[in-house]
């Protein structure tokens, strides 16, 4: 048994990873029983429609270092990560990690090194990503990109791997921004931060659950949210363009003055008309983009609504944010009795399906 106090925190968010899970569940308990450390492990379930909410379930009532959290519905990585956070118990540092088993969960011995150094965020620098081209190449050149263009010093390709102190994570916790690029906020909190380097593997099992919208979305948060670079170039275009304007009139009136000759060009009126149209289009959008997340952030939903919850091998179920039932013995073992039977019968349905 885990005391309730761990030092080390593990959260992963988990999205349709029956396929990885019990790979995953293989290497954390054997990183449990090696380490040191007392070591707790936060599962969070992202709406997944696969057994992985079954599986974790089991895994958290039947083990006491696990505890699993089960979101109402699909939020994405980056709000699953926030609630995993925002459950941690452990007294020292949160290493985050992807189900998925790209990010190794046994560097936390070298990341956990650095940390004792003084080092409040450890974060993981892929050294090699073994995935396709087209994707290493896009975050090859976003990492790139929103350094450059970003106030605060962003690391290049490093994502959301990291091991952060609580004191790190309990900041991150109250920020209450509601498009979050995790990995920026992280840097963004300052103290003293390393990066370790390592080989991002490829995924154990199943597909990758970012699509090429999602990638887009985690972009546009990180250029919009670390970044004044779209509006303040906005202004720099009108800038260069009255600039050029008020050069041509100068220009037109010389001709006329001094040669009789008026300048012609029925072509070049209509490009700048519509290339001035397309970047008016663009300047809204880009507007739009703060606008979008200025009304979001007012708005002040919760990030996240939390369902159930298994802690300390009970199930709690979640009616409204305060108000909690707690299941007494015989309704858990009935709980167990069903999840069992319903992965018996999943198990029993695969081999049909494949
Ligand atoms: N994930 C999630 N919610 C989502 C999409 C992904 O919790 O809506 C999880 C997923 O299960 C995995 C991690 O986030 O543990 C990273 O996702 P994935 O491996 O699919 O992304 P990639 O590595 O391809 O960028
Ligand atoms: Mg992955």
Redesign the pocket.
């Known amino acids: 048994m885990t005391k309730s106090f761990p030092d080390i925190s593990i959260v ?6 029956e396929q990885v899970f019990p790979l995953l569940l293989e290497r954390l308990d054997q990183i449990i029983a090696k380490s040191a450390l007392s070591i707790e492990v936060i599962l ?1 379930d ?1 709406g997944s429609k696969d057994s992985t909410p079954l599986m974790m379930k089991k895994k958290a009532m039947s083990n006491a270092h696990y505890h699993s959290i089960f979101l109402s519905r ?4 980056q709000i ?2 926030s609630a995993g956070l925002n459950h941690v118990n452990a007294t020292e540092a949160v290493m985050v990690i ?3 088993l ?1 990010d190794p969960p046994e560097l936390l011995d070298e990341l956990y090194a650095k940390y004792q150094e003084g080092f409040e965020v450890v974060y993981a620098v892929r050294k090699k990503r073994k ?1 396709s081209f087209l994707k290493k190449l896009s975050y090859f050149l976003f990492y790139r990109f929103i350094k450059k263009i970003s106030k605060i010093d962003l690391p290049l390709d490093s994502g959301d791997f990291a091991l952060m102190s609580r004191r790190v994570v309990d900041i991150l916790n109250s920020m209450p921004e509601q498009s979050r690029y995790l990995r920026g906020m992280r840097s963004w909190v300052g103290f003293k931060q390393v990066g370790v380097e390592y080989e991002r593997k490829e ?1 154990a099992a199943g ?4 699509n090429l919208k ?2 887009f979305g985690l972009a546009y948060n990180g250029i919009f949210n670390f970044s004044e670079v779209p509006i303040k170039f906005l202004t720099s275009i009108g800038f260069v363009s009255i600039l050029v304007s008020f050069s041509y009139l100068v220009y037109s009136i010389i001709l006329r003055v001094f040669t009789n000759e008026v300048p012609s060009g029925f072509t070049a009126l209509l490009f700048v008309i519509v290339l001035f149209g397309g970047v008016q289009l663009i300047s809204i959008g880009i507007i739009g983009e703060y606008i979008i997340r200025t009304f979001f952030q007012v708005k002040d939903r919760p990030l996240f609504i939390v369902d159930q919850r298994v802690q300390d091998q009970e199930l709690i179920v979640n009616h409204t944010a305060n108000n909690k039932t707690i299941l007494t013995q015989n309704e858990l073992n009935n709980q167990i009795n069903i999840i069992n039977e319903e992965l018996d019968a999943e198990s029993k349905i695969k081999p049909k399906d494949q």
Not at 207 to 210: A, F, H, L
């Open positions: 992963i968010p988990l999205y349709n990873e969070v992202d699909n939020y994405g990585h699953a990560l992807d189900g998925d790209q995935e995924r597909e990758s659950k970012y999602m990638l």
